[in-house]
């Protein structure tokens, strides 16, 4: 069992940025791939970023450029580096590590982005 837990989440401007972090639990953080997606309201649940064990990484269209995903294995963290956000960015947004079969999801955190 792999706890996640997210922070970093609040209240932000438009045009301002925002960083969070999810802090894993498993000690073999390392195997995992892990992954932040986000839920708006009425919406289903996307992929934003994602970075594999050997730090490869992908986006989301909607926020390539914008977002930058890295990992730091040896404090067991993930974080999310977001700029230019927009209204558009308002969302839960989630931690997920994934491991084979075993798939894993933090709490979220709420993100909104408004003047």
């Known amino acids: 069992q792999v706890q996640l837990v997210e922070s970093g989440g609040g209240l932000v401007q438009p045009g301002g940025s925002l960083t969070l972090s999810c802090a894993a639990s498993?000690?073999?953080?390392?195997?995992?791939?892990m992954a932040w997606y986000r839920q708006a309201p009425g919406k289903q649940r996307n992929l934003v970023a994602r970075?594999?064990?050997?730090?490869?990484?992908n986006y989301a269209d909607s926020v390539k450029d914008r977002c930058t995903i890295s990992r730091d294995n040896g404090k067991n963290t993930v974080s999310l580096q977001m700029n230019s956000l927009s209204p558009e960015d308002t969302a839960v947004y989630y931690c997920n590590a994934a491991y084979g079969a075993y798939n894993y999801w933090g709490q979220g955190t709420q993100v909104t982005v408004s003047s």
């Open positions: 970075i594999t064990t050997s730090s490869s990484t």
């Open positions: 498993k000690t073999i953080f390392s195997n995992y791939a």
